[in-house]
């Protein structure tokens, strides 16, 4: 199941969502300061790529720099990003084939916003990996 609403979710949503997340990386690749954040911009392009069977969690050495680091990246980028997949969430979920595209759109909003200190991880192994 979890492959069949991912080519769904490429071919509507995820295509167009990773090039937003390759834009940005590209773009604070350009600037050297901002390596750090392109660097997290095409991780998470490859999370909104495919997300189903991924899930986003917190890095447990991530410390006050990230925090930091997701203040300025809120301003430059994120956003722009987290609109993006809220617009994309409320039009997937127009139609009821939609509704959970949809729910996993607005589920990347956290991310979009504050991507720095987070993992992306598969949801298979994530009980054995950190214990929730």
Do not use: E, Q
């Amino acid at each position: 199941m979890k492959t069949i609403l991912n080519i769904i979710w490429l071919v509507l949503a995820g295509f167009w969502m990773a090039l937003g997340y390759v834009a940005a990386g590209i773009i604070c690749c350009i600037l050297i300061i901002t390596i750090p954040f392109g660097i997290a911009s095409f991780r998470i392009a490859g999370y909104a790529l495919w997300p189903f069977g991924r899930t986003a969690v917190d890095k447990p050495t991530s410390g006050a720099w990230s925090v930091l680091g997701n203040v300025v990246w809120f301003i430059v980028a994120g956003l722009w990003l987290a609109l993006g997949h809220i617009a994309t969430g409320i039009a997937l979920c127009i139609t009821i084939i939609g509704i959970p595209l949809g729910i996993a759109s607005f589920k990347m909003v956290p991310i979009s916003l504050f991507p720095l200190g987070k993992d992306i991880v598969p949801s298979d192994n994530l009980t054995a990996a950190y214990g929730r």
